[in-house]
């Protein structure tokens, strides 16, 4: 317990007790919960791997990252103690005896394997100058690092870095199927190595887990459910997130015995290596959600069916799944056995587990004595397996459906479970916290996060002020609870800078200058300083990646998710400008007049004249960067988002014509939009972070059997264009929900949709009838269908250069004449 106290430290210390002029008073309700919270932590870092074990895994990390750099660091693990009560990591100049001869240069002591791989980074950052991201974003800048025997000295003092919170998490439940979907175990090692380099210690672990529901529900003779049963439970592979949360089930199933069997293997792998780091893996834990075929056998059991998630027409074969009531006797049973099978699988438990009741439904009644019954049970069901149970839930329903959770709804449901054993994820605290509307989740734990991204889009986007300032307001606010930062992301390998920022703060506890981080950030992405790549980014700081009008930024721009409307009977609607202070005259005159901010065609938060200019001065840096992998990243991502702008204000001009019947100029423009998709497929060709192959490639990769493999490579066109359900004149309500920018995908899906209507509105005009509306669902549902089904090979390797194609497509749309 010695150490359970140090760790209390951690989050006490800025709670009540390190504030200058407060007096320490007696522990308050959310300093109990806290209190209760830290000891919990205390023993779960008794159940660390031996620091020999992380030691060995944080040198794997290196060896990955700079193979030739292995013997020049010199690792260990320290106590909590030797970081004065939090954990840390400390780096220093090795220090050698007289006359000793070593290849260490570095030093860096950590309390667990991940703050020793932070730490590496943390150096490598700010004295080699190095920049980690995604391979899809450019991958890692490693060429400033000098070579053995040349690295950078530190102070004479060293560094000491302490985490103000307890704990980094990462993940949503929906990424493992944005993203996560179709990797394999080499995909993983190269995750989990960026994750803790980025310090995160607190990642979901939700892969294999339907093989885990297979064994409780299937091979154990308690409920001796049939395969068939659990076909009907599970989704496909690509909407395993959403049959987990009870909105849907079979869907784009079943599921191979193969994939079991398999998911579950990389999630051994997964887990060793998360805990050999010392990570703290989240589990999943049961919500309720239960297989139709459980009725027949418990026919007395409180079992009820929800009501629709996004099906055309409620087709019982996926929509409105079964849930059993958590008063339930067997609600505790099924929980109970869910979590040992993973403790017995696993090998072990870190106590952490994710249950989300309500995603997206709700509960049948609002009555504060019920919903405080629910939260009992779901625990109860939890503790059952695991007595020192801590559940941590994704506070996502207390924004989405904040008109249900009200003051005593979300009271009861926070304080249904015992001080201490309930953390939530603020999930959107970037956009709209909740922990300032709630004062601090009346006393229960929270993690700050960051969502940023829906449905894994792509769309260059952020709100780094916002990520600058609000986890240190949250942290230092009165009665603060916040115990921790996160990235809360549906889809990853997007934004890297917003995602290096949000990093960075679990190792912060001051404000940031972001001016200065941020050209930093510049010159550690490229390697090198040049003048207009710095231009850009400053301009692009100010603009593009500080949004303040607190609308969520899923992307809905024309292109990629085409309007769904009758053109006859759209009418001009004005646009709303949140934040007047940086926008032009005429930019201003532009979006007011526009279909900008209306829902019909994409969101616009910055002067587009800024993201010209900014484009404009990246390409200006093309002489010195042009072979710097990151900055083609960059350029081909800004004029790749410069263009999809432009073309909302194209469709909004073709509208006009449209009304107008001036079928001269719906000719121009349409012909002008359509050359635009094509030249933009041409851009996004030439980067391989932008290409539909790779997606499309690693489904058919995990496949055993050519029925798999047709099987795996419909759920991975399906989830990124209609997504759900439709009829032959209805699409889904979430088509083009997990939109992608990605040549191929323009090329042969975006483009043909585009030109099929551009076609039809032309035919209106000649033949001045009204446009077929439900003639254009009926096709384009038909086309998109078509789609789904085929097993055309996309690239997988990038073609062109991306410089050329930038500069060519700058010149013809975004010349004055042009824009």
């Not at 001796?224 to 690509?238: I, R, S």
Request: charged residues 20%; hydrophobic residues 40%; negative net charge.
């Amino acid at each position: 317990m010695a150490e359970g106290r140090l760790v209390l430290i951690l989050v006490l210390g800025f709670v009540a007790c390190t504030r200058i002029g407060r007096a320490v008073a007696a522990p308050s309700p959310a300093g109990s919960s806290l209190l209760e919270l830290e000891i919990f932590i205390g023993r779960m870092r008794s159940q660390l791997p031996h620091p020999s074990t992380q030691l060995q895994a944080a040198r794997g990390v290196l060896a990955r990252l700079l193979p030739q750099h292995v013997s020049s660091f010199d690792f260990s693990i320290i106590s909590l103690d030797q970081c004065g009560g939090k954990a840390c990591f400390q780096i220093e100049n090795y220090q050698r005896t007289s006359g000793e001869f070593v290849s260490e240069e570095i030093s860096i002591k950590g309390t667990t394997g991940v703050e020793l791989c932070a730490g590496l980074h943390w150096y490598l950052k700010n004295w080699c100058k190095v920049h980690i991201s995604w391979e899809k974003t450019g991958g890692s800048q490693l060429m400033t690092v000098p070579k053995p025997g040349s690295l950078p000295k530190v102070g004479d003092g060293g560094v000491l870095i302490q985490r103000p919170v307890p704990w980094n998490y990462y993940q949503n439940t929906v990424t493992s199927s944005y993203s996560f979907v179709w990797w394999n175990w080499t995909r993983w090692e190269k995750e989990i190595d960026w994750m803790a380099l980025q310090g995160i210690n607190l990642p979901l672990a939700f892969t294999g887990q339907e093989a885990i529901w297979e064994k409780v529900f299937q091979v154990s003779e308690k409920f001796n459910l049939t395969k068939e049963d659990l076909d009907d439970y599970f989704g496909g592979p690509a909407f395993l997130a959403w049959a987990r949360m009870g909105n849907l089930h079979r869907w784009g199933g079943p599921l191979p015995q193969t994939w079991l069997d398999n998911q579950l293997k990389l999630q051994h792998s997964i887990l060793q290596r998360m805990r050999a780091l010392g990570m703290t893996p989240v589990l999943p834990s049961f919500s309720g959600n239960v297989p139709g075929a459980l009725h027949k056998l418990y026919p007395s059991a409180k079992i009820s069916r929800l009501k629709n998630w996004n099906t055309v027409n409620g087709d019982p074969r996926w929509c409105c799944t079964f849930l059993l009531d958590p008063t339930d006797p067997l609600f505790v049973d099924i929980g109970k056995a869910f979590v040992e099978e993973q403790i017995q699988e696993y090998g072990g438990t870190h106590h952490i587990y994710n249950c989300d009741t309500f995603n997206e439904n709700l509960p049948p009644t609002n009555a504060p004595s019920y919903i405080k019954s629910l939260g009992e049970a779901v625990y109860a069901a939890m503790s059952a397996g695991d007595p020192d149970a801590i559940w941590l839930m994704q506070g996502w329903l207390f924004s989405s459906q904040a008109s249900f959770w009200q003051p005593p709804q979300m009271k009861a449901l926070l304080h249904s479970v015992p001080v201490g054993r309930m953390v939530v994820l603020d999930l959107f605290a970037d956009v709209d916290p909740v922990w300032s509307q709630s004062n601090h989740f009346y006393g229960t734990p929270y993690i700050w996060c960051m969502l940023h991204n829906f449905g894994g889009n792509t769309e260059m986007y952020g709100r780094l002020d916002a990520v600058r300032l609000g986890p240190i307001e949250a942290r230092e606010s009165e009665n603060s609870t916040m115990v921790g930062v996160g990235m809360c992301m549906e889809g990853i390998e997007q934004n890297p800078v917003a995602y290096e920022l949000m990093a960075e703060m679990a190792f912060r506890g001051e404000r940031t200058n972001l001016e200065i981080w941020i050209d930093d950030y510049a010159t550690r992405r490229y390697g090198e300083v040049a003048e207009g790549a710095h231009e850009a980014w400053e301009l692009l700081y100010r603009t593009i990646y500080n949004c303040s009008d607190g609308i969520a930024d899923h992307n809905t721009d024309v292109i990629v998710k085409f309007p769904d409307v009758d053109p006859s009977t759209v009418k001009k609607v004005p646009g709303i400008i949140k934040n007047r202070m940086t926008i032009s005259e005429p930019d201003r005159r532009l979006l007011e007049g526009s279909f900008f901010q209306s829902k019909m065609a994409g969101h616009i938060w910055y002067p587009p004249s800024a993201a010209i200019k900014a484009l404009r001065s990246f390409l200006n840096s093309a002489h010195k960067l042009a072979k710097v992998p990151q900055y083609r990243y960059d350029v081909v991502d800004l004029t790749r988002q410069v263009l999809s702008k432009h073309a909302n204000e194209l469709y909004a001009q073709i509208l006009t014509s449209f009304r107008h019947g001036n079928l001269t100029e719906v000719r121009k423009n349409s012909k002008t939009f359509l050359e635009l998709i094509s030249d933009l497929d041409s851009l996004l060709l030439s980067n391989e972070g932008f290409l539909l192959g790779p997606w499309l490639e690693s489904a058919k990769e995990l496949a055993t059997t050519e029925t798999e493999l047709k099987l795996y490579e419909w759920n991975a066109r399906t989830q990124i264009t209609m997504w759900y359900d439709n009829t032959q004149d209805m699409p889904s309500s979430l088509h083009d929900y997990a939109n992608k920018m990605w040549s191929g995908l323009l090329r042969d899906y975006y483009l043909p949709r585009a030109s099929l209507y551009m076609t039809l509105l032309q035919d209106a005009l000649e033949k001045n009838v009204s446009f077929p509306f439900s003639n254009w669902r009926v096709k384009w549902i038909s086309l998109t269908n078509s789609w789904q089904n085929e097993q055309k090979l996309y690239e997988v390797q990038s073609k062109g250069d991306s410089i050329s194609i930038s500069k060519a497509v700058f010149s013809k749309y975004c010349s004055r004449e042009s824009m």
